[in-house]
């Protein structure tokens, strides 16, 4: 084996070079990060820094929220070779479902939120009999659910057009904020204390991750690298804490896509139907003879594509305090192009919920930096799609690189 | 005018970091059928490849000298326009267009601008008259056979007035019959003029067929051995090809003893809906504990179809008859329900639907296990880790670490990975279809010793094979299948290449 730990000599330079041939490897995953900073370092320049402000940042998250809870679940739909075009009117109906039990049908709020993120659940279900029963290609199948969704929200909203919600309690989910318990030096206590424990928590994995890579004499980076990675990471949350915590401080909406993203990242990375999803997504024909169930797996990736466009039409509902006859409109091309942004490959089987999210901040990004610097929104459209394209490309080319 | 129509001198290629050529030199003369050989990895495929200009010109170090000028092939087109042409193991055919579509594909007969088809089909007859092939051109490709489509692609490349004909590994897919038609095609062409440089694993066929046969190994000409001086056997070949005498490449077994029925079938029918008609008809078969049953028969002949009835019928047969494990009988509705019995399948395609080619080694080990390496579904990667490593070990994977992507090994070494994924199920019935398909002898020689280990510890194995030499060499009993019928059981003391041929061409 020629896996020795290197990190012996640990001077400046060899970490220099290390870092080179780590960025050369992981260009990818890295590629994506560094297109955020650079994104978010040109826009900071542009708009003298109040695109770095508190309360821009804030927003920033606030208004990704529904896209990206989408995109993560878009993610596993992708990486079986499938798509589900159907989730944004679903998230738009099944918003203003939950407008209507709330404001006309007088059903408590504890109540609403779990009947719709069933509803969600079943949806998705449907689509997984769809396609996995019935063999329809889910482009198509989607594609209906989209015609149907579209009418259905219409149908409901039509006879009294926008529906208000005026439940403070769901109303929150969109736009209100943990509480503080106090101020230190004006900033929000809770959250600072919350970022806190999102680094120890990463510093903790990592260097668990770490140690057991070691006890198999895998190739790890070498220590210098390593504390290097740790320090530069734990900065960037502790940064984003610290400019969050100044405004109003960890929104709902933040905490359900870091709930999100953290049960689907451990779903995806170490549990058995983890390994199912991306083996169906690899190869269905080794996967069925593995004593895989591709049907079981298909029902179950849509079905959480159910459950997540449910969650999404949650938030936006609560975000704009109401549901409308329009709600739902394009985001499941948002969040397809997330996901596609994010590295995930429409050859099936690679791609990560992080990367995802990431994506879903990136497009939030240029959004909220065009709008600060006042760009149209023609040209809007055209620099995201060719920040899309230009991301696709750069997978491809990269990927060709390596084999 | 040299007698040479090519002539690869001092060939070097380097893919960052590995030398895939060393200074390779091969001649072919004119009008001769040139064998080259060498294990899976020895360079075949890349000199090929430099040849026909996929690795363009400047990209490596030597000259081609093809018709007395050096050559600069800097894409395919440029060699196939000098008259070179290759034909890949895998098919380069469209499935849903028709023969004569396919025989001119990139190469449309056009009156000005628009494609004359007349006299497309009127050339097309032309071309597959000369390949001996009598079907209709307006067939669709996925209508024929893989023996006539291997000939469509031929009858393709003499469209283009091919000068030399490269073909890797024609016989790979073919049955015998398919075969000997092949090669008999390639005699005739090499009167036709034709030179014709083959890549083939089948050390007989080159035996039989070639003029010349020049061997790599690790990507260096060994030797040129010359068919005329009778340097051309089996011995010479696999001593230049490993570097080392096999002196009995199907290892012996020390003690044979044969405990009671692992799996039994009767009366076992499976009719396949898709294709509507039966694919096993009528079989009965029995395997023993610590018995390598060996199932021979043509491409075709329903060995697979056999094997995938059995395990768990993942197609979708409509299925009559019993079959018993262990003297209980069972109905499996899916392959999960057969592992959970103890059977395991490693299937003939191995990249197609065996192996998840972008994952590395420990999760394509563990993928039909994960119950082994997890706790209430949750994965211990620290177990995992261990496992794959042994097996790795255990089974001589050839590779730097158990990360490594499988799609970048080896044939052989993926056939291992594939082995280890199943012997992780702890079977106690292990069905191989076509273990050493595509693989070099060295390989072939670990992947018997291997069953041989296991049958030791007592397991069970169904091997089914187009090799007569590896039935005869591994099998303690055989049955000889067509038509979906088994035509004859053979204790391994009675059976010979004769007799099994007459069953499987009943």
């Known amino acids: 084996m020629n896996l020795v730990t290197q990190g012996k000599k640990e001077h400046p330079n060899n970490i220099l070079t290390e870092g080179r041939s780590l960025l050369k490897v992981n260009i990818r995953e890295y590629g994506m990060y560094i297109a955020l900073f650079v994104i978010m370092l040109t826009f900071s320049i542009l708009t003298d820094g109040l695109f770095m402000s508190s309360r821009n940042i804030s927003n920033l998250l606030d208004a990704t929220g529904y896209i990206a809870v989408l995109a993560v679940g878009m993610t596993l739909v992708i990486v079986i070779r499938h798509i589900d075009l159907s989730v944004g009117f679903a998230a738009g109906f099944l918003g203003a479902i939950a407008a209507i039990l709330l404001s006309q049908a007088g059903v408590p709020v504890y109540f609403t939120i779990p009947i719709i993120l069933i509803l969600g659940i079943v949806v998705g279900l449907f689509n997984g009999v769809l396609v996995a029963s019935l063999g329809i290609p889910s482009f198509v199948a989607s594609l209906a659910g989209m015609l149907i969704f579209r009418g259905a929200l219409l149908n409901v909203t039509e006879k009294t057009g926008t529906i208000i919600v005026k439940d403070e309690h769901f109303n929150a989910l969109g736009n209100g904020y943990i509480p503080s318990w106090f101020k230190l030096n004006d900033l929000n206590f809770l959250s600072l204390l919350l970022g806190v424990l999102i680094i120890m928590l990463f510093v903790y994995f990592e260097v668990s991750k770490r140690r057991d890579k070691i006890k198999y004499q895998f190739e790890v980076i070498s220590s210098g690298m390593f504390t290097v990675k740790l320090i530069f990471v734990s900065a960037i949350i502790a940064y984003i804490t610290y400019i969050i915590a100044g405004y109003n401080g960890f929104s709902w909406t933040v905490i359900i896509m870091l709930l999100v993203v953290m049960i689907y990242h451990f779903l995806t990375t170490s549990t058995v139907l983890g390994r199912h999803i991306y083996a169906v997504g690899s190869n269905p024909e080794a996967a069925h003879l593995s004593g895989i169930n591709v049907k079981k797996i298909t029902y179950i990736v849509f079905g959480s594509m159910g459950l997540l466009s449910a969650l999404s039409g949650i938030l936006f509902t609560a975000r704009l305090q109401s549901a409308t006859t329009t709600a739902g409109t394009l985001f499941e091309l948002d969040a397809i192009a997330a996901a596609y942004v994010g590295g995930v490959s429409a050859a099936g089987g690679v791609g990560k919920v992080t990367g995802s999210i990431i994506g879903a901040i990136v497009m939030a990004s240029l959004s909220s930096g065009m709008n600060l610097m006042g760009v149209g929104i023609s040209y809007q459209y055209m620099i995201r799609g060719g920040v899309l394209a230009i991301a696709v490309i750069f997978d491809v080319m990269t990927r060709r690189k390596r084999s | ?506």
């Open chain 2, 1 to 506: 005018m040299s007698n040479y129509i090519l002539e690869m001198n001092n060939i070097s290629k380097e893919f960052t970091g590995v030398k895939a050529l060393t200074d390779v030199n091969f001649k072919v003369e004119k009008g001769e059928i040139h064998c080259l050989i060498g294990e899976n990895g020895a360079g075949k495929s890349t000199l090929m490849k430099v040849l026909s200009g996929v690795y363009p010109y400047g990209t490596y170090k030597g000259d081609i000298v093809f018709e007395d000028d050096i050559q600069a092939f800097h894409k395919i087109s440029d060699s196939v326009k000098a008259g070179i042409a290759i034909i890949y193991q895998e098919l380069a055919l469209f499935p849903d267009l028709t023969v004569y579509e396919n025989i001119f594909a990139g190469n449309e007969i056009k009156r000005g601008s628009v494609v004359d088809w007349n006299k497309t089909i009127a050339e097309a007859k032309k071309m597959l008259q000369r390949v001996g092939l009598d079907v209709n051109p307006e067939v669709l490709i996925k209508d024929l056979g893989v023996g006539k489509q291997q000939l469509v692609e031929i009858a393709k490349a003499l469209s283009k007035h091919v000068k030399l004909l490269i073909l890797d590994e024609p016989t790979a897919a073919l049955n015998e019959n398919d075969s000997e038609n092949l090669l008999n095609l390639l005699r005739e062409l090499k009167k036709q003029g034709i030179t014709c440089i083959m890549i083939s694993h089948k050390l007989k066929e080159v035996i039989s067929i070639a003029d010349k046969a020049t061997v790599l190994r690790d990507g260096r000409t060994i030797c040129t051995l010359d068919g005329a001086k009778g340097e051309i056997t089996e011995n010479t070949i696999i001593r230049n090809m490993v570097g080392r005498e096999i002196e009995d490449i199907y290892p012996k077994r020390a003690n044979k003893s044969f405990g009671s029925k692992i799996l039994e079938i009767k009366n076992w029918t499976a009719y396949d809906p898709e294709l509507g008609r039966h694919v096993v008809k009528d079989v009965n078969l029995h395997v023993k504990k610590g018995e390598i049953v060996g199932i021979a028969g043509l491409m075709g002949s329903g060995r697979t179809e056999l094997a995938r009835s059995i395990f768990g019928n993942p197609k979708s047969y409509k299925l009559q008859g019993e079959l018993l494990v262990n003297g209980s009988p069972q109905s499996f509705k899916h392959p999960k329900d057969a592992i959970k019995e103890g059977i395991a399948y490693v299937t003939e395609d191995r990249k197609g639907d065996g192996l998840f080619l972008i994952q590395d080694i420990k999760s394509n080990i563990s993928a039909a296990n994960l119950k082994g390496i997890s706790q209430n579904g949750v994965i211990n990667d620290n177990k995992e880790i261990r496992v794959a490593s042994d097996y790795k070990s255990s089974l001589n994977v050839k590779a730097p670490s158990i990360e490594q992507i499988v799609g970048n090994l080896s044939g052989g070494n993926q056939q291992k990975v594939s082995i280890g994924k199943w012997l992780y199920v702890g079977p106690q019935l292990l069905i191989l279809d076509e273990p050493t398909r595509g693989i070099d002898v060295g390989a072939k020689f670990e992947i018997y010793t291997i069953m041989n280990k296991l049958i030791a510890d007592g397991m069970s194995i169904i091997m089914i094979s187009s090799e007569l030499g590896e039935i005869l060499g591994m099998s303690d009993r055989i049955y000889v299948m067509a038509e979906g019928a088994i035509k004859g059981e053979l204790p391994i003391e009675e059976a010979n290449q004769e007799n099994i041929m007459q069953f499987a061409t009943q």
